[in-house]
């Protein structure tokens, strides 16, 4: 079910130093990726389809870096933001939501 978001996250992949904090925060928000970075992710359960910000190309994908805003759940707003807070490179960047559908 798609509801209301108030936030955007989005990863700065060049400043990752890769060590996972923010997925065992917000494993809702954030996922790994092959190349041992990580980057945000929506969750189907949360809105209704899964896409993952990852850069690669094709259906359930998105792009990577500052154009590849993920939405945050509601519910998960606090550990987003402390998975921002907490995380090592000062790579997590959370913005308000525009409005926009994404993907
Ligand atoms: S907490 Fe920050 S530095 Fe660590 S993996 Fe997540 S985004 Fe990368």
Not at 68 to 80: H, M
Request: glycine share 12%.
């Amino acid at each position: 079910m798609t509801q209301d978001t108030k936030l955007m996250v989005w990863i700065d992949q060049d400043l990752c130093t890769g060590d996972g904090i923010c997925e065992e925060i917000a494993p809702d928000v954030f996922v790994g990726r092959d190349d041992g970075l990580w980057v945000v992710k929506e969750e189907d359960k949360h809105f209704g389809r899964t896409i993952v910000f990852d850069g690669e190309e094709g259906e359930g994908h998105g792009p990577e870096g500052a154009r590849g805003l993920a939405r945050v759940p509601d519910n998960l707003i606090e550990d987003t933001i402390e998975a921002a807070e907490e995380c090592p490179g000062e790579c997590i960047m959370i913005e308000p939501y525009d409005g926009t559908m994404v993907a």
